[in-house]
């Protein structure tokens, strides 16, 4: 016997009651040192990509290198995102997470 389409869609709507809560598992402050470990050795990579990307883009400036100078322009642009990226990191994904929890 096929089921209703009504209870089917309350099916859909159950709310399971799972809810992120900290302190949970064993290791949770480990990953938390890991995560931000990781996170501070981009971030310092990044300055070294940018160091680099500046100083070719200056090198193709000086020396007549437009694709040098190009190449430059793009690796600083590029640093520049992934500093964008891993500085706001944290903030994204709250921002998503409270997004998140607010669907019904």
Excluded: C
């Excluded at 209703?4 to 290791?27: F, M």
């Amino acid at each position: 016997m096929p089921i209703p389409l009504a209870d089917r869609v309350i099916q859909l709507a159950y709310d399971p009651g799972i809810s992120p809560k900290g302190g949970g598992l064993p290791g949770l402050g480990v990953l938390k040192s890991v995560v931000n470990s990781i996170n501070m050795f981009g971030i310092i990579a990044v300055v070294g990509a940018l160091a680099v990307s500046l100083g070719v883009w200056a090198w193709g400036h000086h020396t007549g290198g437009h694709q040098a100078e190009a190449n430059g322009k793009k690796g600083a642009v590029v640093a520049a995102g992934a500093a964008l990226g891993l500085g706001a990191a944290n903030g994204i994904v709250a921002f998503f997470s409270a997004l998140g929890s607010q669907v019904h």
